[in-house]
């Protein structure tokens, strides 16, 4: 699978972006679709994650209420619509997607294929 994330830019604080994630394979063979962040300094975070078969969404503690992860089957993409954005979600978000159970979907070890990152700006 490649996975292709777009959608990043500078916004300001309160503003919204949406990240995209488009998968070469097609999807009824993805088991999940997750969304990660790094911010400099710091290590890899989970943000989102969706269940490809089942359509469960799980959220970060961080982002939950503000940031809402979806699919479209038909473009075998992944959707992260980020609303009310603080600076402190400032970072390189990325995508993966798993091909089969691999654990939990909130751990880096829950994927096995990742895109390319996607940067993501929100000035105070």
């Known amino acids: 699978v490649q996975l292709q994330a777009s959608g990043g830019g500078l916004v300001q604080a309160g503003g919204s972006l949406r990240l995209s994630c488009a998968a070469s394979?097609?999807?009824?063979?993805?088991?999940?679709v997750g969304w990660f962040r790094q911010a400099p300094g710091k290590e890899r975070e989970f943000v989102a994650a969706?269940?490809?078969?089942?359509?469960?969404?799980y959220y970060a503690d961080s982002v939950k209420g503000r940031f809402t992860i979806s699919r479209d089957n038909a473009k075998n993409t992944v959707f992260l619509q980020m609303n009310s954005l603080e600076p402190e979600d400032t970072a390189v978000y990325y995508c993966?997607?798993?091909?089969?159970?691999?654990?939990?979907?909130?751990?880096?070890?829950?994927?096995?294929?990742w895109g390319q990152g996607t940067q993501v700006t929100v000035s105070s």
């Open positions: 993966a997607a798993a091909s089969y159970y691999r654990g939990s979907l909130r751990s880096d070890a829950g994927y096995d294929f």
């Open positions: 394979r097609r999807t009824f063979s993805i088991y999940a």
């Open positions: 969706i269940n490809w078969r089942v359509s469960s969404t």
